[in-house]
T-cell receptor
Framework: GQQVMQIPQYQHVQEGEDFTTYCNSSTTLSNIQWYKQRPGGHPVFLIQLVKSGEVKKQKRLTFQFGEAKKNSSLHITATQTTDVGTYFCAGEWSWGKLQFGAGTQVVVTP | NAGVTQTPKFRILKIGQSMTLQCAQD?????MYWYRQDPGMGLKLIYY???????DKGEVPNGYNVSRSTTEDFPLRLELAAPSQTSVYFCASGGVSGEQYFGPGTRLTVT
């Protein structure tokens, strides 16, 4: 079946540093979504990428979708303590059904 | 708009007991979902629904049942609870572009 792999599982970042988390699918996706879950909270939708090679920015967050629509990345610049949480990618193959990756847990030290 | 609401927030069950997790949404979404999240893991789809009266199995449906009699409500039923069902359960509804909106979750412990 379809699988979504996410690396790294854990990211420890100094405040002000940049980091990137990666998402890879075993098969071509129709689109990919990113969610953020704060500790003890629920996943919150961040963005959806649909087109091959698409790049979208949300303030300090940059999301990319690979040319083959099998991988994606989330890059955060100048990390802040508010960026703490777990970031999930979720691949969509058939409309309305998502396969979530295991997530990248981000810890930020001041 | 309350969005997606779930009750209860916490529950402890004994092995073999049954319970229903409630989920409601006020966004008039056709798609609704139930996920479970085990510690340090991603979300696994239990069941989903594309509209009232229509449900289908997800990745991990064993031990659970659902019904969808209205657009707003999508309850999840656990029959004969087992320790393996200890988890956090999230209900979600699907927006027009496929994005999902999650409820606050129910933390369930089976002992």
């Amino acid at each position: 079946g379809q699988q979504v792999m996410q690396i790294p599982q854990y990211q420890h970042v100094q405040e002000g540093e940049d980091f990137t988390t990666y998402c890879n699918s075993s098969t071509t996706l129709s689109n990919i979504q990113w969610y953020k879950q704060r500790p003890g909270g629920h996943p919150v939708f961040l963005i959806q990428l649909v087109k091959s090679g698409e790049v979208k920015k949300q303030k300090r967050l940059t999301f990319q979708f690979g040319e083959a629509k099998k991988n994606s990345s989330l890059h955060i610049t100048a990390t802040q303590t508010t960026d703490v949480g777990t970031y999930f990618c979720a691949g969509e193959w058939s409309w309305g059904k998502l396969q979530f990756g295991a997530g990248t847990q981000v810890v930020v030290t001041p | 708009n309350a969005g997606v609401t779930q009750t209860p927030k916490f529950r402890i069950l004994k092995i073999g007991q049954s319970m229903t997790l409630q989920c409601a949404q006020d966004m008039n979404h056709n798609y609704m979902y139930w996920y479970r999240q085990d510690p340090g893991m991603g979300l696994k789809l239990i069941y989903y629904s594309v509209g009232a009266g229509i449900t289908d199995k997800g990745e991990v449906p064993n031990g659970y049942n659902v019904s969808r009699s209205t657009t707003e409500d999508f309850p999840l039923r656990l029959e004969l609870a087992a320790p393996s069902q200890t988890s956090v359960y999230f209900c979600a509804s699907g927006g027009v572009s496929g994005e999902q909106y999650f409820g606050p979750g129910t933390r369930l412990t089976v002992t």
